[in-house]
């Protein structure tokens, strides 16, 4: 499969010469619609290490617990080339501005989080050492690890914590980490010592680890305003960034896992064309690919040419029922039409059998997910029934949808069928990607959204409360307000998880979403990357490029 | 091209103007820059009209009233349209090509030149390669199926090319990456030059997009040389050349094919015309890294300055090739010099 040729000529040898020219590079940086979301949604990264393998002797040579086949070690050594979607010109290395999933992988690359997300949705420390709340969870004293530095050389202290917090918070940010960082008193943080700080807040949260895992919230160095070429304490250092086209980064000598990373290069290309992705990495051009459509995945499970990391997490692209918007103002017709859906049979047809059957509540597998509610099945009678009972029988409603997620328009085309079982009649919609956003979204009764993984208290938070951007399924409950805000500030593990158990069963009787399944990460590898380990959280194994070694 | 035969010139009978060749050209180019200003009231009318504007695009899901409204007044999009016009057309015509949206938001300034830089070379590259391969490709297997008229050959010529202009170059090019990439792995399916290198270091990855506009240009020159040729060879004076005893070879090199080009030479011009187009579908295909992608994936962000500015671009290269066009048919035939209005 694999053209000697063509891999000879990309696989450029590692000796050559470090190019340094600075070029204009932060050459744009908003949001685009090319993918589709915005800073929180397409973003929300988690930490770069997840390995949830640490090499034993943690030098080059020690062996990996359990990512692939091959049976020796990691080895040092060579270039990993990937090929990434892309976010054209809008392409940064700034972690506040970054929008498309190449520019989280990148700020993953360079830069580290306080806290990371393991594959099974576990927050780990990473330059945190150990959080500890007061009292009442109203402030939290951050202990940083010893003896990290940064790519220049200079020791990562408590002031690199402080200025990077108050730049994510700060007045012209459009930073996704702002909702994840909206709790903390930026002007109150305190210096302890070096390592130390204290992080006073608005108002209790009971779990501050898990809001830190996004890549937003990776540590830049003190008084960095410039992010053309940036210092990080990553994996990998900054050799050449094009926006829009690709990046060179050279492996960092001094980074504090020790033995990691084992590539000496990793290489970004920017391919925005699903098919010649999959081209790319069948041709050997590249190693990797991110994204694989559901057809490419299956086809490659069975021919094997490629490996397919699947990271079963729980991503999700619902429908959204907007509570204050006619039919859907009576609950029996939102209940109706969660009853109305086939969920296996929408896995089946629009996500061609990956993922989980969805039970209309996000973030399966997540900490706190309420699993304790029986799964929602399709049942037309009742649904009939509940929509007799509103006088609403015979109803016709728009769904409007369109192509931003893979399986939106194709499930909302399969439940339009299963809703005329129930004698509804669904027309879908299947408006233009670039402008659903800014002309239907939060707009129509009836639409579509999607999700990346993200912790059941920000997805709450963010979604479903008074002042939640994304109020998509226009959700206004005062008592459910209250609910929440306990829920958040609960400091004992099981009175938390009580508390967000009662939020998720109202929104399970009551809410607006209906969420029929969770749609997978998946990415394409060459047989000869070894060291990722799918993730629940995000691709890559949650961009876990330090773990990777070629065999 | 073969030196101009002496007997074959002929003299202008009289000089009605005194620099005719002058005035067609400053005809030519008036007509050209007319066009252009048309070119680029619609350019701007075309991009007004797409549903949203520039500041929703770049909000997207974070778009808020007070985002969107500070966000137009950043990018002058509240000012009225003929405003906005005459701001982009006056700055273009003074070699400004304005600043990318993209960016704008956060206040990062890219100028729109400094994006296309480097990708200007990689498109001309490509484009220049394919002229190089198409010019005498055409030329050559035109006139060869014209001299073996009715034969295997020429048969053979024909079907194929009818066979590939009927493909347009996004389904060439598929086929092609499935065939020499996929299939046979001679060949790169995408063209990515490895960070730190040019173009032209990898000759490999210009082969698959170059073979892609050829296979949708050579078709219809091929014809359309062969059915000039075949006009020609019928008409008397190759007959009496013929009569004469001069090889064949020489007849059709050097008496036939000097008059067969003229016509050639428009169609080869439309082609490098459709070049400019074909080019940006090609790219994307091949995800080369060229102006076409970069335009296409301004369009898909809503940037729109970008894609006046380069949009504007390409219709000058375009109106400029068929100025040459023009040009090289007029000293193709001596006649057209002479014999106008």
Redesign the interface.
Known sequence: ???P??SD??S?DPS?EP?LTRR?L?????????L??????AACGGGGETSSAPPAGSTGGAAPAASTAAAAGPTRGGRL?V?MVGG???E?LDP??AVSSVDTARTLTIFDLLVSMDPDLTPRMELAESMEPNADASEWTIKLRSGVTWHDGKPFTADDVIYTLRRIGGP?S?SGGVPAIRPVDLDNLKKVDDLTLQVPLKFPIGDLASSLVFYPLVMVQDGATDFSKPAGTGPFMV??F?P?????FKRNPNYWKEGKPYLDEL?M?S???A???Y??V??G??DGIEQLSFAQAKEQKSKGEIQVLEGDGPQIVPMLMAADLKPFTDNRVRQAFRLMADRQALLDGAQLGFGQVGNDLQGQGMKWYNDSLPQRAQDVEQAKSLLKAAGAEGLEVTLYSSTLAAGMVESATIFAEQAKQAGVKVTVDNG?A??Y???K?LKVSFGQTNWPPIPIPLFITESLTKDA??NETHWHRPDFDKLVQEALGELDEAKAKDKWFEVQKILYDEGGYLIWASTPWLDGLAKNVNGLVPSKFFPWGNWDFGGVWLA | MTELAPELVVEPVRMRRRYPVARFVARRVAAGVATLFVVSILLFVGTEVL??DVA????????TPQGLAALRRELHLERPAPARYWNWLSGFVQGDLGT?A???????K?TIS??IS?RVGNTVALALLTIAFLVPLSIGLGVLSATKVGRPLDHGITLTSLAVISLPEFVTG?LL?LLF??WL??????S??????SVLS?P??LVLPVMTLLAASLAQTIRMVRASMLEVLRSDYIEWARLAGFREGRVVLRYALRNGLAPTVQVLALNIQWLVGGIIVTE????Y?GLG??L???V????VP?VQSVGLLIAIVYISLNIVADLLVVFLVPKLRTAQR
Do not use: W
């Open positions: 499969m694999v053209s040729g063509s000529d990309h450029t050559s190019r204009r932060l050459q744009g940086a908003a949001a685009g619609l090319a589709g979301s915005s800073g929180l949604l080339r090929g054209g010109a809008s940064t506040n501005l012209k459009t050799d050449t094009k829009g086209e690709g990046s060179l290489e290309q391919i925005p064309d098919q010649a992705r081209n790319a069948l041709t051009q590249v233009p670039d402008t956003y800014t002309d979204y951007f994304y | 549903p949203g929703t695009a770049i909000l997207g899901r974070n778009s990318s993209t960016g704008q938001a956060t206040g990062t890219t400094s994006r480097g598929t990456i990439a996929v792995g001679l060949l790169p399916g995408v990515i030059i490895p960070i730190g290198k990898q490999r990855i994307y295909v091949f995800g890294p992608q970069a296409v994936q301004a898909s962000v809503r940037d970008f």
